[in-house]
């Protein structure tokens, strides 16, 4: 086996590289974890096991795929980017069609900044994460 067999990877070797490494894979997990927060609100008094059980599939539908972003973005910066952009993209759509049907309140803006904001700062990170990284592949 020749040497040209063999890929070389550069090492990550300074704060930078750490950072821009693993800053979208820890947050992307917080991400994940604080959006399974907001179903907690099924567990109700007088509900079936049956019907907390769907609730909490419908609710969290968006986290398993996210989560399933997430592990494939390990090692492929540039999905995770997409994944997250078009998740905050999507969460801004649906957050404009409520407005849209139910009008403006200023509590809504918040709600768009909790959730599509974080999600735009992940998918931002992955991008950076894989340009940075795509030189030494």
């Not at 973005?73 to 998740?87: C, L, P, Q, Y």
């Amino acid at each position: 086996m020749g040497k040209g067999n063999i890929k070389y990877q550069t090492p990550v070797n300074n704060n930078f590289d750490k950072f821009i490494y693993w800053a979208p894979r820890i947050l992307s997990i917080i991400f994940v974890l604080f959006l399974v927060i907001f179903s907690l609100d099924v567990f109700e008094p007088g509900k079936s096991v049956q019907e907390i059980l769907i609730s909490l599939f419908i609710h969290n539908a968006s986290v398993f795929l996210l989560a399933a972003a997430v592990a494939i973005s390990w090692k492929r910066e540039a999905v995770g980017g997409i994944t997250f952009i078009a998740a905050g993209l999507f969460y801004t759509a649906m957050a404009a069609a409520g407005v849209a049907k139910n009008g403006f309140e200023w509590h809504m803006l918040t709600w768009f900044l909790a959730i599509s904001g974080p999600a735009f700062l992940v998918g931002g990170l992955y991008l950076v994460s894989w340009r940075h990284d795509k030189p030494r592949k």
